[in-house]
């Protein structure tokens, strides 16, 4: 299988994936061959249920090790250092049995942060996500858009380099999804690395600077966002986006 092409021109790549396997039951669900993820995003990973995508995602995170290959980050081997430099956000918002701003102040504590930086940071957070005056509030009682929002304001409270999400605005409507990508292209602009799952060939068009499709656990065509959906390469790309299936 030929190299997949870095997605973007940079001095090295941020994170990259080099001959990556995963095997269950003599079936391999991930194949991934060599990519590469280079700028600052965002790169929007497409293709339907059971391609690999929220493999691939864990694998570059560090939560999930391969049976063969590596992943890196700025050429060192994905580690305890480097997961301190990311930050991963589920489907489903998993939040502390705490108030909105203890589940910022955990985060935050854990990270060094003196008391009045840390109450200072998440007066700012809470104005960032629209959540000013729920401060107080159980987390767990907040609605579906505003506990996601939570829990990317969460992810960022420390800065990460680079910011996983996967299927952040499945369950919400469009309001509340609205709302949480004005909170990623935000991150995006001040320099966060955001990796992305979705199924919303929409909203990858209105927030990917890459696109990254996968099929079978494979990589199936990557490369600039306006190219792929302009002039697809591969023929996978072509079915995906006439019918949203890879055949």
């Not at 194949?31 to 929220?54: I, Y």
């Not at 980050?73 to 049995?97: C, H, K, N, S, Y």
């Amino acid at each position: 299988m030929r190299d997949l092409p870095i997605l973007e021109s940079h001095d090295r790549p941020f994170l990259r994936a080099e001959d990556l396997v995963i095997t269950r039951n003599g079936r391999r669900l991930l194949d991934v061959a060599d990519l590469a993820l280079g700028g600052t995003g965002p790169t929007l990973f497409l293709g339907p249920n059971g391609a690999g995508k929220s493999l691939l995602l864990r694998c570059l995170h560090g939560l999930i090790v391969a049976d063969r290959g590596r992943v890196t980050q700025d050429g060192q081997p994905i580690g305890a250092e480097q997961r301190r430099r990311q930050a991963m956000v589920f489907q489903t918002p998993v939040l502390l049995r705490r108030s909105v701003a203890a589940n910022l102040d955990y985060v935050l504590k854990r990270r060094g942060l003196a008391r009045g930086a840390r109450r200072a940071r998440i007066a700012g957070l809470l104005e960032e996500g629209g959540l000013s005056g729920k401060d107080r509030q159980a987390a767990r009682s907040l609605s579906g858009g505003e506990a996601q929002r939570l829990a990317i304001l969460r992810a960022l409270a420390c800065d990460p380099e680079i910011l996983f999400l996967d299927e952040p605005t499945s369950a919400l409507d469009p309001a509340a999804t609205q709302d949480i990508e004005t909170m990623i292209l935000r991150a995006a602009r001040r320099g966060t690395r955001i990796v992305m799952i979705t199924h919303d060939i929409g909203q990858a068009r209105r927030l990917a600077h890459d696109i990254v499709l996968m099929q079978g656990g494979t990589v199936a065509e990557s490369g600039p966002a306006h190219d792929f959906f302009d002039d697809p390469q591969s023929q996978a790309g072509r079915r995906f986006l006439a019918g949203g299936l890879v055949l």
